[in-house]
């Protein structure tokens, strides 16, 4: 089957400490995103990756790191200096790469600072 | 300063009655309107895209319109399993890639 995943469901992350949530897709799509939901808020983009080993800051890119090495992977990492780390992590793909592309969502990382 | 906007901001209907969500939005200029469905703790599944004023989509009981200003879903006779926060999401001319979501509207349909 065709899609994205993402792993762990749940993680659960102590004060201090970075931890890396995983996002795979083998839709043979170009572009990855990655977003937060808190809420009663809308989504917000952290980071956003066109093609590999290429990614560009989000509208809260503060706090977390991305990589690129291949098509298919785009790990999340966030880092202690994210200060309120807790939310609903949602990892998008889209087609060609064009802008106009529909993004397709993961089912999501609920990360949760003890 | 983009912005959407999505009224109400919960909806309780019981199956059967049709009803419609709506969304407003503004933006320097638009390449794109999308929807989309959220079950609880679940990611975002797509339902439409939009591009410009008077486009129109069906899928089953739901329908999106779009106008320069807003889109409306419409959603006829629903029923239960139809119960979801939708979610609206505008991508501007000048945004790149990044998507302006709002912030949803959680609907309840009864039996």
């Known amino acids: 089957d065709g899609g994205i995943t993402q792993s762990p469901k749940y993680l659960f992350r102590k004060e201090g400490q970075n931890v890396t949530l995983s996002c795979e897709q083998n839709l043979n799509h170009d572009a990855m995103y990655w977003y937060r939901q808190d809420p009663g808020q809308g989504l917000r983009l952290i980071y956003y990756?066109?093609?590999?080993?290429?990614?560009q800051k989000g509208d809260i890119a503060e706090g977390y790191s991305v990589s690129r090495e291949k098509k298919e992977s785009f790990p999340l990492t966030v880092t202690s200096a994210q200060k309120n780390p807790t939310a609903f992590y949602l990892c998008?793909?889209?087609?060609?790469?064009?802008?106009?592309?529909?993004?397709?969502f993961g089912p999501g990382t609920r990360l949760t600072v003890l | 300063e983009d912005q959407v906007t999505q009224s109400p901001e919960a909806l309780r209907l019981q199956e059967g009655e049709s009803s419609s969500l709506n969304c407003s939005y503004t933006?320097?200029?638009?390449?794109?309107l999308f929807w989309y469905r959220q079950d609880p703790g679940k990611g975002p599944e797509f339902l439409f895209t939009?591009?410009?004023a008077g486009e129109e989509k069906e899928k089953e009981r739901l329908k999106a319109t779009l106008t320069k200003k807003e889109s409306f879903l419409h959603i006829t006779a629903p029923k239960p399993e139809d119960s979801a926060t939708y979610l609206c999401?505008?991508?501007?001319?000048?945004?790149?890639?990044?998507?302006?979501f709002g912030k949803g509207t959680s609907l309840l349909v009864t039996p």
């Open positions: 999401a505008v991508q501007a001319m000048d945004s790149g890639y990044a998507l302006n």
């Open positions: 998008a793909s889209s087609g060609s790469g064009s802008s106009t592309d529909t993004q397709y």
């Open positions: 933006v320097s200029g638009l390449r794109g």
């Open positions: 990756s066109q093609i590999v080993n290429d990614f």
């Open positions: 939009l591009y410009s």
